[in-house]
C-alpha cells in the first residue's frame, strides 16, 4: 500500500507537469499555518537549486515543514515529567486554471507524521496544553477540489477535511499554544464534529454576498473513532453518521472573500476584525458520560469575536489585539458542555530586529452536573492560563517560550504548572 507521505510526493510530481499559477490558498489552521506571509517565508533546504520557485511559477506550491512541542509539568501533584510531541507535515497546493483552461479551479492536499507524549492525557487536563499533541500516526490528512466563482465570492469544496480546521477554529491560534486557544474549541467533539489529522469526507459551500459578510455551511462524516475507522486516510471512510456545520461571519476592516481560517502578520494590519457566529448538529443518538442519559441528535453553539483595540500606525499591525469566544452544547449528554476563552496579543512588543509577539490566554471549562457520577463530589470549572512570547530568530525558524498555569484540574481540586516551548522550522 502506498504510505502517505510517497502518496504526497506522487501528487507533487504530477504537478511538476501542470501549467498552473497558485493564488491564494486555504492557509492550515493552529500551530501549522505560516505566521509569517508567504512571501517571507524561507527555507533550510532553500530553493531546491531554483526548482521550488520554477513550481511556483508553475502554480505548484510546495510547503515542508517540522514543529515540535516540549513541555515540563514543573508543579502537579503528578511526579515531574518532560513530554516533547513532534509533527512533520507536507503540503501541496496547486491552482488547475491554466490545465482546464477553466480559471478558479484549484487543489490541495496535505500529509504528516506525528508523535510523542502528551503532557495533558498525563496531568489529566481538560484543556490540553500543545494543540499539536495526539495520536502517534503517520498519514495522509486531508485533500479536497475546489472551485471559485465571481473573486472568491463563492466557493465549492468537496474532498477529505476536518470540520475543526474552519468551523470553531482560533483565528489568532498561532499566537497561542494550548488547545482551546491554539486550534480549535476544546469541546468541538462533542458532536463528533472531524478534526486534524484523520479528517473525514466532507463537502462545503461559502458565499460572500456583501464585502464584509460571509455565510459557509459544511457537510461532513461524524467518526466516533476517525483514527482506526481510516489508519492512512489514503481512502475516505463513511464511518459514522452525516452531520452538519455552519457559519456566518462578519469582517470589518477586511474583505470576506479574503478571510481564512488563521491569520497571519499581513491580516493584523490596521484595525480589521471578524465576529463569528456557528452551529454543528449531528443526528445520531448520544448517550451521557454515566449513560443513564439519552437523546436524539446533538447541537453546539458558538461565538467567536476577534478585534484589534490599538495600533501605532493604523495602516500597520504593531499594536493590541483581543479574542473572545464561548460555546454551548447541551448539559444532558455532552460532559464539557460551555467553553469561554479569551486572549490579548501584543504584536511588535520588544525593540528587536526580529518578528516578536507576547500572547496571554484565558480558558475556562465548565463541565454539567449531569455528568457527575453518583456519590462524587460537584465539578469544579477548570481554569486555564498561558503566557507566551513568540520570535521568529529567522525567516525558518520560530521560537514560543511559554508557561502556563491550571486551577481545578480535571474539575477537581488541585492545580499544575507547565513550562516549555515550541519550535518550528521551515524545511
Known amino acids: 500500500m502506498i504510505r502517505p507521505l ?40 532553500g530553493d531546491w537549486g531554483g526548482e521550488r520557485s520554477r513550481l511556483e511559477e508553475l502554480g505548484v506550491d510546495f510547503d515542508l515543514h517540522y514543529i515540535s512541542d516540549s513541555l515540563w509539568n514543573l508543579k502537579s501533584e503528578q511526579p515531574g515529567r518532560a513530554a516533547i510531541f513532534n509533527r512533520v507535515r507536507g503540503t501541496v497546493d496547486i491552482d488547475l486554471g491554466r490545465l482546464t483552461h477553466h480559471k478558479g479551479w484549484y487543489f490541495h492536499a496535505t500529509a504528516l507524521w506525528q508523535g510523542g507524549g502528551n503532557i495533558g492525557t498525563y496531568l489529566g487536563l481538560i484543556t490540553t496544553p ?14 479536497w477540489i475546489e472551485k471559485r466563482w465571481l473573486d472568491e465570492r463563492v466557493i465549492v469544496r468537496a474532498g477529505q477535511f476536518a470540520g475543526q480546521d474552519f468551523y470553531g477554529a482560533q483565528y489568532d491560534a498561532a499566537s497561542f499554544i494550548f488547545e482551546p486557544l491554539g486550534y480549535a474549541l476544546g469541546n468541538l467533539s462533542n458532536t463528533f ?39 492512512t486516510g489514503l481512502v475516505p471512510q463513511f464511518h ?27 491580516s493584523r494590519k490596521g484595525y480589521s476584525g471578524l465576529y463569528q457566529f456557528g452551529a ?53 449528554v455532552n460532559s464539557n458542555n460551555r467553553e469561554l476563552t479569551t486572549g490579548l496579543r501584543f504584536n511588535e512588543p520588544l525593540p528587536v530586529h526580529v518578528h516578536n509577539t507576547i500572547s496571554f490566554g484565558y480558558v475556562r471549562d465548565s463541565l454539567s452536573p449531569l455528568s457527575l457520577p453518583a456519590g462524587a463530589p460537584s465539578w469544579k470549572a477548570e481554569h486555564g492560563f498561558e503566557l507566551n512570547g513568540l520570535f521568529q530568530v529567522t525567516p525558518i525558524l520560530l521560537l514560543q517560550p511559554v508557561i502556563q498555569y491550571y486551577e481545578n484540574v480535571g474539575g477537581r481540586p488541585g492545580g499544575a504548572v507547565v513550562l516549555g516551548f515550541r519550535t518550528k522550522i521551515e524545511l
Open 6 to 45: 510517497k502518496f504526497l510526493f506522487w501528487l507533487c510530481s504530477i504537478a511538476l507537469s501542470v501549467c498552473s499559477q497558485t493564488a491564494g490558498q486555504e492557509t492550515l489552521s493552529g500551530g501549522d499555518s505560516h505566521e509569517l506571509s508567504r512571501s517571507d517565508t524561507h527555507y533550510l533546504f
Open 130 to 143: 500543545s494543540e499539536l499533541a495526539g495520536a502517534n500516526t503517520f498519514r495522509l490528512d486531508s485533500w
Open 193 to 231: 464534529e472531524s478534526f486534524d489529522p484523520p479528517s473525514t469526507p466532507a463537502a462545503e459551500v461559502r458565499v460572500a454576498p456583501a464585502r464584509w459578510l460571509y455565510l459557509k455551511s459544511m457537510v461532513l462524516t461524524a467518526s466516533p473513532a476517525p483514527f482506526s475507522g481510516n489508519p
Open 240 to 266: 459514522g453518521t452525516p452531520m452538519s456545520v455552519s457559519e456566518v461571519g462578519f469582517t470589518p476592516g477586511k474583505k470576506a472573500s479574503s478571510v481564512r481560517a488563521t491569520g497571519n502578520v499581513d
Open 280 to 332: 454543528a448538529y449531528n443526528p445520531a443518538r448520544f448517550i451521557n458520560p454515566v449513560g443513564d442519559l439519552a437523546r436524539r441528535g446533538n447541537c453546539l453553539l458558538y461565538w467567536m469575536a476577534n478585534q484589534a483595540l490599538w495600533r501605532v500606525d493604523r495602516q500597520q499591525a504593531k499594536g493590541l489585539d483581543a479574542t473572545l469566544t464561548y460555546d454551548w452544547s447541551p448539559a444532558d
